[in-house]
Antibody, heavy 126, light 107 residues
Framework: EVQLLESGGGLVQPGGSLRLSCAAS????????MSWVRQAPGKGLEWVSV???????YYADSVKGRFTISRDTSKNTLSLQMNSLRAEDTAVYYC????????????????????WGKGTTVTVSS | YVLTQPPSVSVAPGQTARITCGGN??????VQWYQQKPGQAPVLVVF???DRPSGIPERFSGSNSGNTATLTISRVEAGDEADYYC???????????FGTGTKVSVL
Protein backbone atom coordinates (compact mmCIF):
# COMPACT_ATOMS: atom_id res chain seq x y z
CA GLU A 1 0.00 0.00 0.00
CA VAL A 2 1.25 3.46 -0.87
CA GLN A 3 1.64 5.57 2.26
CA LEU A 4 3.35 8.66 3.62
CA LEU A 5 4.02 9.23 7.31
CA GLU A 6 5.29 12.53 8.65
CA SER A 7 7.10 13.07 11.93
CA GLY A 8 9.17 15.68 13.72
CA GLY A 9 6.62 18.36 14.49
CA GLY A 10 6.43 20.11 17.82
CA LEU A 11 6.63 23.36 19.74
CA VAL A 12 9.59 25.61 19.01
CA GLN A 13 10.48 29.17 19.95
CA PRO A 14 10.70 31.92 17.34
CA GLY A 15 14.11 31.82 15.69
CA GLY A 16 14.49 28.13 16.42
CA SER A 17 14.86 25.13 14.14
CA LEU A 18 12.99 21.93 13.47
CA ARG A 19 13.45 19.02 11.09
CA LEU A 20 10.46 17.21 9.62
CA SER A 21 10.64 13.77 8.07
CA CYS A 22 8.32 11.88 5.75
CA ALA A 23 8.66 8.12 5.43
CA ALA A 24 7.33 6.67 2.19
CA SER A 25 6.18 3.10 1.64
CA UNK A 26 4.89 1.32 -1.44
CA UNK A 27 6.87 3.45 -3.88
CA UNK A 28 10.27 5.12 -4.25
CA UNK A 29 10.60 8.83 -3.42
CA UNK A 30 13.30 9.07 -6.08
CA UNK A 31 10.78 8.31 -8.82
CA UNK A 32 8.39 11.13 -8.02
CA UNK A 33 8.22 14.85 -7.39
CA MET A 34 7.71 15.12 -3.63
CA SER A 35 6.33 18.21 -1.92
CA TRP A 36 5.67 19.74 1.46
CA VAL A 37 2.35 21.56 1.80
CA ARG A 38 1.27 23.39 4.93
CA GLN A 39 -1.98 24.63 6.41
CA ALA A 40 -2.05 27.32 9.08
CA PRO A 41 -4.84 27.06 11.67
CA GLY A 42 -8.16 27.88 10.02
CA LYS A 43 -6.49 28.72 6.72
CA GLY A 44 -6.10 27.14 3.29
CA LEU A 45 -3.44 24.96 1.72
CA GLU A 46 -0.07 26.50 0.90
CA TRP A 47 2.62 24.76 -1.15
CA VAL A 48 6.01 25.05 0.59
CA SER A 49 8.67 23.15 -1.34
CA VAL A 50 9.25 20.43 -3.95
CA UNK A 51 12.06 17.95 -4.53
CA UNK A 52 11.89 16.96 -8.18
CA UNK A 53 12.76 13.42 -9.26
CA UNK A 54 15.78 14.79 -11.14
CA UNK A 55 17.09 16.46 -7.99
CA UNK A 56 16.06 20.09 -8.44
CA UNK A 57 14.43 21.85 -5.51
CA TYR A 58 12.10 24.82 -5.35
CA TYR A 59 10.64 26.86 -2.51
CA ALA A 60 7.80 29.25 -1.85
CA ASP A 61 9.01 32.82 -1.43
CA SER A 62 7.74 32.76 2.17
CA VAL A 63 10.31 30.11 3.18
CA LYS A 64 13.13 30.65 0.71
CA GLY A 65 16.49 30.91 2.46
CA ARG A 66 15.12 29.46 5.71
CA PHE A 67 13.86 25.98 4.75
CA THR A 68 15.79 23.20 3.01
CA ILE A 69 14.18 20.15 1.42
CA SER A 70 16.13 16.92 0.99
CA ARG A 71 15.59 13.24 0.32
CA ASP A 72 17.34 10.06 1.40
CA THR A 73 16.82 7.35 -1.18
CA SER A 74 18.43 4.69 1.02
CA LYS A 75 15.80 5.30 3.70
CA ASN A 76 13.07 6.30 1.21
CA THR A 77 12.38 9.50 3.10
CA LEU A 78 11.80 13.18 2.41
CA SER A 79 12.87 15.83 4.92
CA LEU A 80 12.35 19.52 5.57
CA GLN A 81 14.90 21.42 7.64
CA MET A 82 13.27 24.56 8.98
CA ASN A 83 15.46 27.31 10.40
CA SER A 84 14.76 30.84 11.66
CA LEU A 85 11.19 29.85 12.39
CA ARG A 86 8.51 32.53 12.74
CA ALA A 87 5.06 32.55 14.28
CA GLU A 88 3.57 32.55 10.79
CA ASP A 89 5.20 29.16 10.11
CA THR A 90 2.78 27.60 12.60
CA ALA A 91 0.82 25.03 10.62
CA VAL A 92 0.14 21.40 9.91
CA TYR A 93 2.79 20.23 7.45
CA TYR A 94 1.84 17.57 4.91
CA CYS A 95 4.11 15.50 2.74
CA UNK A 96 2.58 14.75 -0.68
CA UNK A 97 3.41 12.77 -3.81
CA UNK A 98 3.06 13.93 -7.41
CA UNK A 99 2.30 10.79 -9.46
CA UNK A 100 4.32 9.75 -12.51
CA UNK A 101 2.58 9.83 -15.87
CA UNK A 102 3.63 8.94 -19.41
CA UNK A 103 3.78 11.79 -21.91
CA UNK A 104 4.67 10.71 -25.44
CA UNK A 105 6.52 7.70 -24.09
CA UNK A 106 8.49 9.65 -21.48
CA UNK A 107 7.80 9.66 -17.74
CA UNK A 108 6.76 13.02 -16.35
CA UNK A 109 5.13 14.45 -13.24
CA UNK A 110 1.37 14.87 -13.30
CA UNK A 111 1.58 18.23 -11.50
CA UNK A 112 -0.87 17.39 -8.75
CA UNK A 113 -0.80 15.41 -5.47
CA UNK A 114 -2.36 11.97 -5.35
CA UNK A 115 -1.04 10.71 -2.00
CA TRP A 116 -0.85 12.74 1.21
CA GLY A 117 0.42 11.95 4.66
CA LYS A 118 -1.66 12.65 7.77
CA GLY A 119 0.45 15.67 8.62
CA THR A 120 2.60 16.84 11.52
CA THR A 121 1.92 19.97 13.55
CA VAL A 122 4.49 22.71 13.97
CA THR A 123 3.85 25.44 16.54
CA VAL A 124 6.18 28.43 16.74
CA SER A 125 5.59 30.30 19.95
CA SER A 126 7.43 31.67 22.97
CA TYR B 1 -1.22 32.96 -10.38
CA VAL B 2 -4.32 33.40 -8.24
CA LEU B 3 -7.26 31.01 -7.91
CA THR B 4 -10.44 32.40 -6.38
CA GLN B 5 -13.21 30.29 -4.84
CA PRO B 6 -16.40 31.27 -3.01
CA PRO B 7 -15.90 30.93 0.76
CA SER B 8 -18.98 28.80 1.24
CA VAL B 9 -21.69 26.85 -0.54
CA SER B 10 -24.79 25.44 1.12
CA VAL B 11 -26.85 22.63 -0.35
CA ALA B 12 -29.69 20.39 0.74
CA PRO B 13 -29.22 16.61 0.74
CA GLY B 14 -29.98 15.09 -2.63
CA GLN B 15 -29.43 18.34 -4.47
CA THR B 16 -26.47 19.47 -6.61
CA ALA B 17 -23.56 21.56 -5.34
CA ARG B 18 -21.42 23.55 -7.73
CA ILE B 19 -18.11 25.03 -6.60
CA THR B 20 -16.32 27.46 -8.87
CA CYS B 21 -12.62 28.22 -9.20
CA GLY B 22 -11.71 31.38 -11.05
CA GLY B 23 -8.33 32.07 -12.64
CA ASN B 24 -6.96 33.93 -15.65
CA UNK B 25 -7.42 31.60 -18.66
CA UNK B 26 -7.71 28.65 -16.31
CA UNK B 27 -9.27 26.76 -19.21
CA UNK B 28 -5.75 26.39 -20.61
CA UNK B 29 -4.56 24.57 -17.48
CA UNK B 30 -5.31 21.20 -15.91
CA VAL B 31 -7.37 21.61 -12.75
CA GLN B 32 -7.50 19.34 -9.73
CA TRP B 33 -9.93 19.30 -6.82
CA TYR B 34 -9.24 18.11 -3.27
CA GLN B 35 -11.69 17.34 -0.50
CA GLN B 36 -10.60 17.97 3.09
CA LYS B 37 -12.69 16.95 6.08
CA PRO B 38 -11.97 18.43 9.54
CA GLY B 39 -8.77 17.09 11.06
CA GLN B 40 -7.90 15.06 7.99
CA ALA B 41 -5.48 15.35 5.09
CA PRO B 42 -6.73 16.45 1.67
CA VAL B 43 -8.01 13.78 -0.71
CA LEU B 44 -7.83 14.10 -4.49
CA VAL B 45 -11.34 13.83 -5.97
CA VAL B 46 -10.84 15.15 -9.52
CA PHE B 47 -7.69 15.53 -11.66
CA UNK B 48 -7.02 16.81 -15.17
CA UNK B 49 -10.26 18.84 -15.12
CA UNK B 50 -12.69 15.92 -15.06
CA ASP B 51 -11.04 12.57 -14.27
CA ARG B 52 -11.72 10.75 -11.01
CA PRO B 53 -9.24 8.64 -9.04
CA SER B 54 -10.36 5.10 -8.32
CA GLY B 55 -12.74 4.98 -5.40
CA ILE B 56 -14.20 8.44 -5.92
CA PRO B 57 -17.95 8.30 -6.61
CA GLU B 58 -19.30 9.31 -10.02
CA ARG B 59 -21.29 11.98 -8.19
CA PHE B 60 -18.11 14.08 -8.30
CA SER B 61 -17.46 15.65 -11.69
CA GLY B 62 -15.46 18.56 -13.02
CA SER B 63 -15.37 20.95 -15.95
CA ASN B 64 -13.06 23.75 -17.04
CA SER B 65 -13.41 26.48 -19.63
CA GLY B 66 -12.44 30.10 -20.09
CA ASN B 67 -11.73 31.69 -16.73
CA THR B 68 -13.70 29.26 -14.55
CA ALA B 69 -13.38 25.65 -13.47
CA THR B 70 -16.27 23.95 -11.69
CA LEU B 71 -16.58 20.99 -9.35
CA THR B 72 -20.08 19.53 -9.35
CA ILE B 73 -21.30 17.22 -6.61
CA SER B 74 -24.56 15.51 -7.58
CA ARG B 75 -27.01 13.94 -5.14
CA VAL B 76 -25.19 15.51 -2.21
CA GLU B 77 -24.86 13.44 0.95
CA ALA B 78 -24.11 14.49 4.52
CA GLY B 79 -20.67 12.91 4.16
CA ASP B 80 -19.76 15.39 1.40
CA GLU B 81 -19.60 18.20 3.95
CA ALA B 82 -16.00 19.37 3.78
CA ASP B 83 -13.64 22.02 2.48
CA TYR B 84 -12.82 21.81 -1.22
CA TYR B 85 -9.72 23.25 -2.89
CA CYS B 86 -8.91 23.64 -6.57
CA UNK B 87 -5.28 23.44 -7.73
CA UNK B 88 -3.30 24.05 -10.89
CA UNK B 89 0.31 23.85 -12.00
CA UNK B 90 1.86 27.19 -12.91
CA UNK B 91 5.23 28.02 -14.40
CA UNK B 92 5.61 31.00 -12.09
CA UNK B 93 7.28 31.22 -8.70
CA UNK B 94 4.91 28.77 -6.98
CA UNK B 95 4.42 25.72 -9.20
CA UNK B 96 1.54 24.19 -7.24
CA UNK B 97 -1.14 26.81 -6.76
CA PHE B 98 -4.15 26.16 -4.54
CA GLY B 99 -7.43 27.99 -4.54
CA THR B 100 -8.73 29.85 -1.50
CA GLY B 101 -11.01 26.98 -0.54
CA THR B 102 -14.79 26.52 -0.29
CA LYS B 103 -16.65 25.14 2.68
CA VAL B 104 -19.56 22.99 1.59
CA SER B 105 -22.32 22.74 4.15
CA VAL B 106 -25.12 20.19 3.83
CA LEU B 107 -28.30 21.64 5.25
Amino acid sequence: EVQLLESGGGLVQPGGSLRLSCAASGFSVSSNYMSWVRQAPGKGLEWVSVFQSGGRTYYADSVKGRFTISRDTSKNTLSLQMNSLRAEDTAVYYCARDPVTMVRGVTAPAYYMDVWGKGTTVTVSS
Amino acid sequence: YVLTQPPSVSVAPGQTARITCGGNNIGNKGVQWYQQKPGQAPVLVVFDDSDRPSGIPERFSGSNSGNTATLTISRVEAGDEADYYCQVWDSGSDPYVFGTGTKVSVL
